[in-house]
Nanobody, 121 residues
Framework: QVQLVESGGGLVQTGGSLRLSCAASGRTFSNYFMGWFRQAPGKEREFLAAIHWTRGNTYYRDSVVGRFTISRDNAKNTLFLQMNNLKPEDTAVYSC??????????????WGQGTQVTVSS
């Protein structure tokens, strides 16, 4: 049974940083993209970043380039999203996912339950 479990969300002030983690288990992800998405209340889910589990090539949403960094620890089967210079508009539920990706949510087969990130002004 595939499980993706996010952690690291919370409340942070504008300009602050958070590091999200996604622990993956239940199968081999070597041929998968791992992605981060977010959804704010009343808005559609949006792609943030993706990384190929083996090759390591990355994709980013334009609005987070230079602020967010995706990485993974293959030995620990864990995906990360380092978020710096956070803004109130970054407030959302952040979810990790695994699939053929890289930027389209419909191409992801497995999803975590999400972790709340709230940025106060």
């Amino acid at each position: 049974q595939v499980q993706l479990v996010e952690s690291g969300g919370g409340l942070v002030q504008t300009g602050g940083s958070l590091r999200l983690s996604c622990a993956a288990s239940g199968r081999t992800f070597s041929n998968y993209f791992m992605g981060w998405f977010r959804q704010a209340p009343g808005k559609e889910r949006e792609f943030l970043a993706a990384i190929h589990w083996t090759r390591g090539n990355t994709y980013y949403r334009d609005s987070v380039v230079g602020r967010f960094t995706i990485s993974r620890d293959n030995a620990k089967n864990t995906l990360f999203l380092q978020m710096n210079n956070l803004k109130p508009e970054d407030t959302a539920v952040y979810s990790c996912a695994a699939g053929s990706g890289p930027t389209t949510a419909a191409n992801y087969d497995y999803w975590g339950q999400g972790t709340q990130v709230t940025v106060s002004s």
